[in-house]
T-cell receptor, first 119, second 111 residues
Framework: EAGVTQFPSHSVIEKGQTVTLRCDPI?????LYWYRRVMGKEIKFLLHFVKESKQDESGMPNNRFLAERTGGTYSTLKVQPAELEDSGVYFC?????????????????FGPGTRLTVL | ELKVEQNPLFLSMQEGKNYTIYCNYS?????LYWYRQDPGKSLESLFVLLSNGAVKQEGRLMASLDTKARLSTLHITAAVHDLSATYFC???????????FGGGTRVLVKP
């Protein structure tokens, strides 16, 4: 079974340009998450989709970031216009909740990330 | 707000020796995860710790959880070169879905 895939693996753009990152979750996973790690810092949550709906977008840094998940399959994260501080690695993860012995489990599977460099 | 602190940030290991990575979290957490990341690769889930006193072991790695102290440890026994990677702990807040990560520990095992 294919894991979470992300495209591109690397992107180098100039300040002010637009970049769109794509994430393909594991087939059948309703939950899709975006995280990012800026240089030297911890990995931080950006947002969470359940199917095509934004469940939690509390981590989105500002309105230059737009995430979509049309049809509840793949997701895109657009940065427009990009700034220097947007450089970092953007991770996508997906999960499917299941219940077992009275508990809810929702393990997130991560993609390899997209390394974004803004010059 | 849930915060996770991990230390050390960098660990240079000698093969054959034992080491521990620490992960402290600030508020009640539903569960605690440990991940491994090799350069350019996905975060690979190592352990999920669900309850106080939980201990899980896989090969040379052992993770434990003390919910009263809000502390998880990842213990490496007799380090080998293959264990060189970056290790992250992450906590999941009760009734939530977003992971809060520590800063990561970059491990380098030297022969």
């Amino acid at each position: 079974e294919a894991g979470v895939t992300q495209f591109p693996s690397h992107s180098v753009i100039e300040k002010g340009q637009t970049v769109t990152l794509r994430c393909d979750p594991i087939s059948g996973h309703d939950n899709l998450y975006w995280y990012r790690r800026v240089m030297g810092k911890e990995i931080k949550f950006l947002l969470h989709f359940v199917k095509e709906s934004k469940q939690d977008e509390s981590g989105m840094p500002n309105n230059r970031f737009l995430a979509e998940r049309t049809g509840g399959t793949y997701s895109t994260l657009k940065v427009q216009p990009a700034e220097l501080e947007d450089s970092g690695v953007y991770f996508c993860a997906s999960s499917q909740e299941f219940r077992l012995a009275g508990g809810r489990y929702n393990e997130q599977f991560f993609g390899p990330g997209t390394r974004l460099t803004v010059l | 707000e849930l915060k996770v602190e991990q230390n050390p940030l960098f660990l240079s290991m000698q093969e054959g020796k034992n080491y521990t990575i620490y992960c402290n979290y600030s508020t009640t957490s539903d569960r605690l995860y440990w991940y491994r990341q090799d350069p350019g690769k996905s975060l690979e889930s190592l352990f999920v710790l669900l309850s106080n006193g939980a201990v899980k072991q896989e090969g040379r790695l052992m993770a434990s959880l003390d919910t009263k102290a809000r502390l998880s440890t990842l213990h490496i026994t007799a380090a080998v070169h293959d264990l060189s990677a970056t290790y992250f702990c992450a906590a999941l807040k009760a009734a939530g879905n977003k992971l809060t990560f520590g800063g990561g520990t970059r491990v380098l095992v030297k022969p």
